[in-house]
């Protein structure tokens, strides 16, 4: 059974600090990797997905990695600023399925 | 503009009774996605529908129900039977074909009184 696991639970920087946030998968036979953001009380929005035949996958301040074999995918955030608090989960699909199945995320803070 | 549309925003319901939860979009999407989140906590798929009059259970559909008769519509009925209903849920749909990106609507707060 996968399971879906984002540590840390929480995560507070200052302003203009680059970081990492992590996610793990136990099952190594994805389809594809998906990262969301989510504001307090609101619908998730979609940031990257990286199909399981890709390493990294790029959007502005974010970058994805993705490494099937060892069950491991971060999302890099540069520069970080206080816009960018918000909760921070990743999903993945299992081969020809569609369903996703989502890690509990990482609440990010970032302070002035 | 395209999007996906869920209502109502907060609804209570009362012990026994059933409450549907709606769920339009207009982003032509095949497949559309009911997920509950309880506080703290990823996603769980209740139930989804790769095309019209068609549907699966996810991994908690004990005590729901959905339908799903025209493509850009998916309702989802909490029923009495389901023990413990309070929570926010989320709809989604996406293009055909599971290497597509998937969009969330605003989500719904369900409590019981």
């Known amino acids: 059974k996968q399971e879906v696991t984002q540590i840390p639970a929480a995560l507070s920087v200052p302003e203009g600090e680059n970081l990492v946030l992590n996610c793990s998968f136990t099952?190594?036979?994805?389809?594809?990797l998906q990262w969301f953001r989510q504001d307090p009380g609101k619908g998730l929005t979609s940031l990257l997905l990286?199909?399981?035949?890709?390493r990294e996958q790029t959007s502005g301040r974010l970058n994805a990695s993705l490494d099937k074999s060892s069950g491991r995918s971060t999302l890099y955030i540069a520069a970080s600023q206080p816009g960018d608090s918000a909760t921070y989960l990743c999903?993945?699909?299992?081969?020809?399925?569609?369903?996703?199945?989502f890690g509990s995320g990482t609440r990010l803070l970032v302070r002035p | 503009d395209g999007g996906i549309t869920q209502s109502p925003k907060y609804l209570f319901r009362k012990e026994g009774q059933n409450v549907t939860l709606s769920c339009e979009q207009n982003?032509?999407?095949?497949?559309m996605y009911w997920y509950r989140q309880d506080p703290g906590q990823g996603l769980r798929l209740i139930y989804y529908?790769?095309?019209?009059?068609?549907?699966q259970k996810g991994d908690i559909a004990e005590g729901y129900s959905v339908s799903r008769e025209k493509k850009e519509s998916f309702p989802l009925t909490v029923t009495s039977a389901q023990k413990n209903p309070t929570a926010f849920y989320l709809c989604?749909?996406?293009?055909?074909?599971?290497?597509?990106?998937?969009?969330f609507g605003e989500g719904s707060w369900l409590t019981v009184v």
């Open positions: 982003l032509n999407h095949d497949a």
């Open positions: 990286i199909q399981s035949s890709q």
């Open positions: 989604a749909s996406s293009n055909q074909g599971p290497g597509n990106t998937i969009y």
């Open positions: 099952d190594s036979a994805i389809y594809n």
């Open positions: 999903a993945v699909r299992m081969d020809s399925s569609y369903k996703l199945i």
């Open positions: 529908s790769q095309i019209v009059n068609d549907f």
